[in-house]
């Protein structure tokens, strides 16, 4: 099995491993040298800290690098294809991050490791929780 985090995931993983379900735990421990983050989590975190939702060690780029080397994360970029892709994705979610997460699980053949229920009720990738 090949994982796609989501942002929260991510933050999670790195700062706060409580907030993961323990099936998250043990999948992500699991799959170790299968992990990715969309490049769009570094956006998104990125915006968190400036709006003051999100509290780092680092500023969000220096941040995100780390968290990804820490956990052998792969970053995947957002190509024209993922971008557009999202964009033909059903109105269930009104979120672009989130609507870009599923069509780059989607290209890749990735499965989304999320919280959010609303991933899940799209049925075209693999959602763990």
């Known amino acids: 099995m090949v994982l796609l985090l989501d ?10 491993q409580q907030s993961l379900s323990s099936r998250a735990r043990a ?3 699991e799959h170790a040298g299968a992990l990715h983050a969309s490049s769009m989590s570094a956006f998104e975190i990125g915006i968190k800290h400036r709006k ?3 509290r780092l060690a680092l500023e969000p780029g220096a941040w ?3 968290a990804m080397d820490l956990h052998g994360i792969r ?3 957002v190509d024209a ?5 999202s964009t033909a ?3 269930l979610h009104s979120d672009p991050i989130d609507r870009i997460l599923i069509a780059t699980a989607e290209e890749h053949g ?3 490791v999320t919280p959010d229920r609303l991933i899940a009720q799209y049925g075209l990738v693999d959602v763990l929780w």
């Open 7 to 16: 942002t929260c995931t991510l933050i999670w993983l790195t700062s706060d």
């Open 110 to 112: 990735l499965t989304v």
């Open 52 to 54: 003051g939702t999100l």
């Open 64 to 66: 995100f690098t780390a």
């Open 81 to 85: 294809g993922i971008a557009a892709r």
């Open 75 to 77: 970053e995947i970029p």
């Open 27 to 29: 999948c992500i421990q």
């Open 89 to 91: 994705l059903p109105d």
